[in-house]
């Protein structure tokens, strides 16, 4: 496996007030890290920020700027080691100082980069960090996490995540969690119609001894997906939960995909979710008072720093002939619109009455097959392409008649 693809699950975020500094290493991280995203924060983030800046809990390399306030550095790469091993952190420095090197390391520096930056430097530091990645049980890299969330109430979110977890099966996942972490009003179970005896609020108060057995029991398999429900009844305290870390940190070693079903983007918990995840689909319709909640939606998440990148605005419902165009939408909250579903409700309803995802023959389940190729289900699963002995000799020679 190749640098790049063992730290393709990792999110890239830079960390200084140092322009130069960052414009030099800019290019060494595009090479080396083609296609993962990178974010910038251009000031040091107090220590009580930190988890929102830099997402605590989703795995990260930062890339810290310890030159341009050491006593400041020093103090984040302390609070950077209580997310454990999902946060990295690479120092970059300016000279060689033995002894500050030192403190670097002891705060929780993985390795340095030392101005100027080199190919050999960058290459020998990522080289390092590839070997250091924990892998599935099953040898595969932990699980990409998509958290859906609605911009406002019935924007289809919780269908839309139910049927992006059964696309992700056709597409070839092994092993795809599809997860209710909306504590108050989740409905999947209603929607599958199923039930357990079980919710995520168990398997969060059991996270210290979670094994196969204990997980197997909590999760109900519904046509090869398994599905972590949320409580049927309202528990005392369910809108005091914070971290649903624990929960996520096991299931991520689990599954290759991890589809999660979230209340809204409102409060600790939603919040936390936003951080651990890949991506964060915010579901909205193209009506106004939807549009109006979306505007918040992202206004909220921004003053939260949950980064930009990882958003991903979906139109649902959406009818050319009614509400704002896809062009007015994108324009209005400032951000692309990364896809759009149809109005197709018929074929939704009647998939719901069935407790079953919509048919891929129907202009819905035909929007999600699309909506899972774009975040890049139709490519990651896919098994690779075996070339006969003589494909590869008529592929020769043709290049040579050229």
Avoid at 217 to 237: F, H, R, S
Avoid at 322 to 335: M, N, Q, W
Wanted: glycine residues 8%.
């Amino acid at each position: 496996m190749s640098t790049r693809e063992a730290l393709a699950a990792k999110r890239v975020v830079v960390i200084s007030p140092n322009s130069p500094m960052v414009a030099e290493l800019e290019p060494f991280l595009q090479t080396h890290l083609a296609g993962i995203p990178i974010s910038h924060l251009h000031s040091y983030p107090s220590p009580r920020d930190l988890a929102g800046a830099i997402g605590g809990g989703l795995p990260h390399i930062v890339f810290l700027d310890v030159v341009s306030d050491g006593d400041q550095a020093l103090q984040l790469l302390a609070e950077m080691g209580k997310f454990g091993s999902s946060v990295q952190v690479i120092a970059l420095m300016q000279g060689n100082n033995p002894e500050f090197i030192l403190r670097c390391l002891r705060a929780g520096a993985v390795d340095l980069l030392v101005q100027p930056f080199t190919n050999d430097q960058v290459d020998a530091a990522l080289t390092k960090l590839a070997r250091m990645q924990p892998v599935t049980e099953s040898g595969h890299e932990p699980a990409r996490i998509f958290v859906v969330m609605p911009a406002k109430g019935a924007c289809g979110a919780t269908t839309l995540a139910m049927n992006m977890a059964f696309q992700w099966k056709r597409l070839g996942a092994k092993r795809v969690l599809l997860a209710d972490f909306d504590p108050l009003t989740g409905t999947l179970s209603f929607l599958l119609k199923i039930k357990s005896i079980y919710s995520f609020l168990d398997a969060l108060q059991r996270s210290h001894e979670l094994d196969a057995d204990l997980w197997k029991a909590m999760v109900t398999d519904v046509g090869g997906v398994d599905v972590l429900l949320a409580p049927e009844l309202m528990v005392e305290g369910a809108q005091d939960l914070h971290d649903p870390a624990p929960v996520l940190e096991y299931a991520r070693r689990m599954y290759d995909v991890i589809v999660i079903d979230g209340g809204s983007v409102y409060g600790e918990w939603n919040l936390n979710l936003a951080r651990m995840a890949t991506e964060l689909l915010l579901v909205t319709t193209n009506e106004l008072p939807a549009l109006q909640a979306a505007q918040r939606a992202l206004s909220y998440l921004d003053t939260n720093r949950i980064g930009r990148f990882k958003i991903r605005l979906i139109v649902n419902r959406y009818l050319r002939d009614v509400g704002l165009s896809r062009e007015v939408i994108g324009t209005a909250l400032h951000t692309d619109v990364f896809d759009t579903m149809p109005s197709d409700y018929e074929a939704v309803q009647k998939a719901l009455l069935d407790g079953k995802p919509a048919p891929p023959s129907t202009a819905f389940g035909k929007s999600v097959i699309q909506l899972a190729d774009r975040l890049g289900g139709g490519t990651r699963f896919e098994p690779p392409k075996k070339t006969s002995p003589l494909g590869g000799l008529l592929a020769g020679l043709f290049s040579r008649t050229k």
